[in-house]
């Protein structure tokens, strides 16, 4: 199975500042590549597929790049609602996987 | 708007068997892909297996048979039955919403399954 890996494990960043996180593939995904938030209380939310298409409704300011193995996800000018986990996923192969996520503290 | 919820016991003894049901309200089960997903403690999540609206199923060949995903149509609900359980079963179960070889584009808030005697 493709194993996802995501880094760092947490980030703590000012409001205002951008937030950059990253997202490792053990093998070639292509753009196969989802990211989500989630927040305590509340339903995962689908951000960013195809590696960089934003999924309905959400902010111009998250945005996605890469391809293959490596990929990103930016959150330019962090608000205090960006305060939570972020983890990513490849759906190019089953069983789909899931990276370990990124914990988004505000400053 | 569609909602999924997670519904089923919260403790189950081991080597027993695990059974939740996640309810699809505001809209209907059909022509999705329905799957369980999972997120131990302090562990990555953990995709389980799906469902076609039809009954075609995939599951994790890394739970070896133990995990069964069925459809019930005229509730608009899916299943996940999870036999010979152990402490390493304990988890947040999560229902969700894809199309095939798609991202997840809903998510339920998830249940706690203990495992314990």
């Known amino acids: 199975e493709i194993v996802m890996t995501q880094s760092p494990a947490t980030l703590s960043v000012s409001p205002g500042e951008r937030a950059t996180l990253s997202c490792r593939a053990s093998?070639?995904?292509?753009?196969?590549l989802a990211w989500y938030q989630r927040k305590p209380g509340q339903a995962s939310r689908l951000l960013i597929y195809g590696a960089s298409t934003r999924a309905t409704g959400i902010p111009s300011r998250f945005s996605g790049s890469g391809s293959g193995t490596e990929f990103t996800l930016n959150i330019s000018s962090l608000q205090s609602e960006d305060s939570a986990v972020y983890f990513c996923?490849?759906?190019?192969?089953?069983?789909?996987?899931f990276g370990g996520g990124t914990t988004v503290e505000i400053k | 708007q569609v909602q999924l919820q997670e519904s089923g016991p919260g403790l189950v003894k081991p080597s027993e068997t695990l059974s939740l049901t996640c309810t699809v309200s505001g809209g209907s089960i059909g022509n999705n892909y329905w799957s369980w997903i999972r997120q131990a403690p302090g562990k990555g999540l953990e995709w389980i297996g799906y469902i076609y609206y039809s009954g075609a199923t995939k599951t994790n060949p890394s739970l070896k048979s133990r995990a069964t995903v069925s459809v019930q149509t005229s509730k608009n609900q899916f299943s996940l039955k999870l036999t010979s359980v152990t402490a390493a079963d304990t988890a947040v179960y999560y229902c969700?919403?894809?199309?095939?070889?798609?991202?997840?584009?809903?998510w339920g808030l998830g249940t706690l399954v203990t495992v314990s005697s």
């Open positions: 093998q070639n995904v292509g753009r196969n």
């Open positions: 969700a919403r894809h199309f095939y070889e798609s991202p997840i584009d809903l």
């Open positions: 996923q490849q759906y190019n192969n089953w069983p789909l996987t």
